[in-house]
Structures are given as structure tokens and as C-alpha cells.
């Protein structure tokens, strides 16, 4: 069975946005990727999975361990650092470089590039497709002759909401 899930632009701000839908989707795909991937979504691995999709926020490795505390009382570090490591490498989530922090992937069910627009006010980050941008990153790499292991583009700015709320269209 093929699980899609597909980024929904800004639905993440819409005043009637159920979070706890987000977290329960992200659970239940994660759930049965690692089932078709024949691989473990350990009891760890899940909490960070959700501890990770509480917001729409990237969030610290180091925050994660404090957060999990209460549930794992003898997590360490690596802990983390583990789940963290095999979250990505399912393709769970992301690391957004620019703020060393991770946010959950909305379109889980297959490796793809990034496009992380980062709200400097609310810290919210939205995950697009971005496929023309892509596109055009992609020639140009080609065009240079360089040997692409893996693309993220990451843009700071305002999201919608903030503008508005700053006076903004």
C-alpha cells in the first residue's frame, strides 16, 4: 500500500488548523513506513517523532533530551541523537541547518529535496516542494559540473501571518 501525504501551503496557519491532526497523521504514516520498511519505530524513536512534531517549529536536539525526560528518565544524548539519526534516514523529518534544529517531513513516503521557509518571528517552518526551484538549482549544479550528494535550500523571512500582523499584505 502507497501512503501519500502531500504539504498543504499554510495550512498549518489556518484559524481552524486541528495540530493534533498533523502529529496523529505523522504518527500513523510513520507507523506504516517503517512496517513496509521492515524497520523498528521503537517506543524512543516515536516519542521523539512526536516530541519533534508538537509545532510547526524546529526544535534542538538538546530540547528534545529535556522534553523526554519525563517519558525516558535515563535518556542520554546519544539517545536522541540516535532517533534523531534514524528518523532522518526514514525520511521522517528534516534537519534544518541554518538553526541546527529538526522539523517533521510532510511527504514522508519518499526521498526528496527540500524548500524550508523559516519564519524569523514565529519560528514557524513550512516545508514546500518548491519544484521549479529545484529545477533551476538542478541545472545549474549541472552546469557547473559539480557532483550533488544532497539539496536543501533554506529561506528566512516573514510567513504570511507575521506579515499581516506587522501591517504587511
Not at 23 to 47: F, H, N, S, Y
Not at 59 to 83: G, N, Q
Request: hydrophobic share 35%; charged share 30%; with cysteine.
Amino acid at each position: 500500500m502507497k501512503i501519500r501525504t502531500t504539504p498543504v501551503p499554510s495550512e498549518h496557519t489556518a484559524p481552524n488548523h486541528d495540530h493534533r491532526d498533523c502529529v496523529d497523521r505523522a504518527l500513523r504514516v510513520a507507523e506504516e513506513l517503517c512496517a513496509q520498511r521492515e524497520v523498528r519505530l521503537t517506543p524512543i524513536r516515536r516519542k521523539v517523532l512526536e516530541l519533534i512534531w508538537e509545532s510547526h517549529r524546529a526544535v534542538k536536539a538538546y530540547d528534545l533530551l529535556d522534553r523526554i525526560k519525563p517519558y525516558e528518565r535515563t535518556a542520554k544524548p546519544a539517545t536522541v541523537y540516535r532517533a534523531l539519526e534514524f528518523l532522518m534516514e526514514q525520511c521522517l523529518i528534516h534537519r534544518v541547518e541554518s538553526l541546527n534544529a529538526f522539523i517533521g517531513c510532510n511527504c514522508s513516503e519518499q526521498r526528496h529535496e527540500q524548500l524550508l521557509l523559516i519564519c524569523e518571528r514565529c519560528g514557524n517552518v513550512e516545508e514546500r516542494m518548491g519544484a521549479d526551484v529545484m529545477l533551476a538549482v538542478a541545472k545549474e549544479v549541472e552546469q557547473a559540473g559539480f557532483t550533488l550528494h544532497r539539496k536543501a535550500i533554506e529561506i528566512h523571512g516573514l510567513c504570511a501571518d507575521c506579515r499581516k500582523a506587522e501591517g504587511g499584505t
